[in-house]
């Protein structure tokens, strides 16, 4: 497989990813007991298909990530690198959060209820929750610089770069409230995943062009 195929093939991904986006933008909302506390949440029995889309999601984003870049690389610049490492560093942290989240969680819940407390002695931990703390602003502000690279790049449509920045920032961590915003913005983020990985899927030559 050529370097082309693998971006190509990222562009599958990222549109993936969209369609993910949008699932989970929506279902929360709609399937978990948002009035509850998070525990609720994780005992209720939606909580287990939410949470492995999502720890799927966490997966996908990184690599789609990844092929929007290598697509532009040149054009996006030192703003664009930074976007690009930033964002992935909180997507991996992401990644490890969320499979605590699906796979973790739900036995915490069972067995060990109070760990899983915002009040608890795992959010109350020094380390974990600095980590925490930080895992979102520092993603956010890696998909800001990212999307702003790729908007004066002209790789892509520039209003796709647009709804890329915004959508994801809002729908960054979209299983916690508060949810309407995710939601509100897992749609602009949905269709600018879709529509940037078509434009790599359907890029026969995968030379950039202006937007």
């Known amino acids: 497989m050529t370097a082309r195929s693998l971006v190509r093939w990222a562009g599958f991904v990222a549109m993936l990813a969209g369609v993910l986006t949008l699932i989970l933008g929506i279902l929360p909302s709609a399937l978990l007991p948002t009035g509850q506390p998070v525990l609720e949440w994780v005992r209720d029995d939606q909580w287990a298909v939410l949470s492995v889309l999502a720890f799927v999601l966490a997966l996908l984003m990184p690599l789609a990530l990844t092929g929007l870049y290598a697509s532009e690389v040149e054009e996006a610049g030192r703003l664009g690198f930074v976007g690009f490492v930033l964002s992935v560093i909180g997507l991996l ?60 790049g002209r790789v892509f449509p520039r209003w796709s770069a647009v709804l890329f920045t915004v959508g994801m920032v809002l729908s960054a961590g979209i299983l916690f409230p508060p949810l309407i915003i995710r939601a509100i913005g897992a749609m602009p983020a949905a269709v600018a995943l879709v529509w940037m990985g078509y434009t790599l899927w359907s890029r026969e030559d995968q030379v950039p062009a202006a937007g």
């Open 93 to 152: 942290l992401f990644v490890a959060f969320q499979f605590d989240l699906a796979f973790v969680w739900p036995v915490l819940a069972a067995q060990a209820p109070n760990l899983i407390d915002y009040s608890g002695p795992m959010f109350s931990d020094r380390m974990f929750s600095v980590i925490h703390s930080l895992m979102g602003p520092v993603h956010a502000l890696g998909l800001v610089a990212f999307g702003v690279a790729t908007f004066r």
